[in-house]
T-cell receptor, first 120, second 110 residues
């Protein structure tokens, strides 16, 4: 089955540090990847849609200068939390759909295992 | 804007009981609906996916139904076990990426 690998799974760092999270589709290609954030005991909220070779689309209220997204290839998207502060502590999870299955819009999203980010 | 609601927010049952989790969504123009399981501090495990043209899907002790016109889905868990304890998330996919409900936190007591 389709596998999405997310790294790191857990990171603790000091306030002001920038943190990069990688999301890879291991056995399929994805022109689009999705980044979600989950606060404790809350649901997953879509932050942004990452588009291969072009700019990401951010949801309302998400600061694009703080959450930098790069989707340089059909199998890799990265999310960089710049100058992270304690309020950015959360669970970040990415997902992707297989580009080569049709109809694309009907294909399930495959999820990584998530990254738990703790900012001290 | 699509909104997904899950009821109840939390549920505690004794081992062996059959139970039903409910999910409702406001926009019936969906492609599919998925049920996920999430263990504390972990990622998502996909349980069942129902395409918009389908009425139900089954996997082992799990059965999910979909009534697209009324914007409702149920997840039925038969003969619950302590290992079923987790948060169950419902998510719908339309012309946007998956939209999630807040989940039902299930505890199965041995």
């Amino acid at each position: 089955g389709a596998v999405v690998s997310q790294h790191p799974s857990w990171v603790i760092c000091k306030s002001g540090t920038s943190v990069k999270i990688e999301c890879r589709s291991l056995d399929f290609q994805a022109t689009t990847m999705f980044w979600y954030r989950q606060f404790p005991k809350q649901s997953l909220m879509l932050m942004a849609t990452s588009n291969e070779g072009s700019k990401a689309t951010y949801e309302q209220g998400v600061e694009k200068d703080k959450f930098l997204i790069n989707h340089a290839s059909l199998t890799l998207s990265t999310l960089t939390v710049t100058s992270a502060h304690p309020e950015d502590s959360s669970f970040y999870i990415c997902s992707a759909r297989d580009l080569n299955l049709a109809p694309y819009s009907n294909q399930p999203q495959h999820f990584g295992d998530g990254t738990r980010l703790s900012i001290l | 804007k699509q909104e997904v609601t899950q009821i109840p927010a939390a549920l505690s049952v004794p081992e062996g009981e059959n139970l039903v989790l409910n999910c409702s969504f406001t926009d019936s123009a969906i492609y599919n609906l998925q049920w996920f399981r999430q263990d504390p501090g972990k990622g998502l495990t996909s349980l069942l996916l129902i395409q918009s043209s389908q009425r139900e899907q089954t996997s082992g002790r799990l059965n999910a139904s979909l009534d697209k016109s009324s914007g409702r889905s149920t997840l039925y868990i038969a003969a619950s076990q302590p290992g079923d304890s987790a948060t169950y998330l419902c998510a719908v996919q339309g012309n946007t990426p998956l939209v999630f409900g807040k989940g039902t936190r299930l505890s199965v007591i041995a």
